[in-house]
């Protein structure tokens, strides 16, 4: 029976969902009833991590000093995460106050062919005694072997284990099951995976990531997550019991803070829609969603050529202005078509 360490961003990537309004008291009751079920990571923030609360990207309605601080007092046993995304994130005014606010891990991540612009952010981290994890996002815009290399600059860096991410839910488990088997070759350190469920497969996914040797997993309750949301976390705890892996979770436990988090987080149970089926096809960010379908409604477009042409350019987190440009010059091909 092999140990898989199980990672819940459901306060940080499900804040995408609910346009980054998660309270201080909604963390507070997630992070006892997680605390309790044994998850051993449990990661906090706004959705593209903490520094990130901005016109552009989104404003928090709780101050990532608020929002670490209060899960800090609720995770007497857990491990208290972050993400950060360097550029978003800065040492000084985001990493360090996190770091002093109580945070254990420290997830440091970057555009999946820019793992350079983690090196100081890494080091940092390392510095002040903090479990620190390298973070590819976009991961299917690289190929396997350009991957690991990125992934080898983290850990020259000090990353003490690797993540990638399937930000857009593009992957089969085919495609998973190669990159894992490339980075245990390439890397010294473990090998995780985050899934997002665009295609309806991020369990399978995950159990995929597993079989090849990974380490390392997220899970969201119900899914919790940017766009289709992610592989469920009570759903990806059951199956990979049945399979004979090792979490240290209590199922019933996780069941139980499932249900808290469908009542008490979410607007709505992130669902398959079909716009994020088309999402996931072209490979564009799960967190584009919302924003996509506010352009599609505002220009009077299909929010579905939007992702396509989104996916043709090659757009990632960041560059949410240009999902307002596509938009546009969508509306007006239609208009001089007519």
Do not use: W
Not at 164 to 181: A, I
Not at 219 to 242: D, S
Request: net charge negative; hydrophobic share 45%; charged share 25%.
């Amino acid at each position: 029976m092999r140990s898989i360490l199980i990672s819940d961003p459901s306060l940080r990537d499900g804040n995408h969902a609910v346009q980054h309004s998660l309270t201080v008291k909604q963390v507070a009751a997630y992070c006892d009833a997680v605390d309790a079920a044994g998850v051993p990571i449990v990661e906090v923030g706004h959705g593209n991590g903490i520094g990130a609360s901005s016109l552009q990207l989104g404003e928090s309605s709780a101050t990532d000093g608020d929002l670490l601080k209060t899960a800090r007092e609720h995770l007497p046993h857990s491990k208290l995460g972050v993400h950060m995304i360097p550029g978003f994130a800065t040492i000084e005014k985001d990493l360090k106050p996190a770091i002093e606010a109580g945070v254990d891990v420290v997830r440091v991540a970057a555009h999946c062919t820019e793992a350079d612009i983690t090196e100081r952010h890494i080091g940092y981290a390392r510095e002040k005694g903090r479990t620190v994890y390298g973070v590819l996002m976009m991961s299917h815009m690289a190929s396997k072997e350009m991957l690991a290399e990125e992934a080898q600059k983290m850990e020259s860096y000090g990353a003490e284990g690797f993540i990638f991410m399937d930000s857009s839910g593009h992957y089969l488990p085919e495609d998973v099951t190669e990159r894992v088997k490339t980075l245990r070759s390439a890397l010294s350190v473990p090998v995780g995976f985050h899934a997002h469920n665009n295609l309806g497969m991020a369990i399978a996914n995950s159990v995929a990531a597993a079989d090849a040797g990974a380490e390392m997993l997220d899970g969201t309750a119900r899914g919790f997550g940017a766009g289709a949301g992610n592989a469920q976390l009570e759903v990806l705890i059951a199956v990979l019991e049945r399979l004979g892996y090792k979490t240290g979770i209590d199922l019933y436990k996780v069941l139980d803070a499932a249900d808290l988090a469908e009542k008490e987080l979410m607007k709505v149970v992130p669902t398959i829609s079909s716009v994020s089926v088309v999402s996931g096809l072209s490979g564009v960010f799960s967190g584009f969603l919302k924003p996509v379908v506010r352009a599609a409604q505002q220009f009077k477009v299909d929010p579905r050529d939007i992702f396509f042409e989104l996916g043709r350019r090659k757009i990632v987190a960041g560059q949410e202005d240009i999902i307002i440009e596509v938009a546009s010059d969508l509306s007006k091909k239609l208009t001089g078509a007519r």
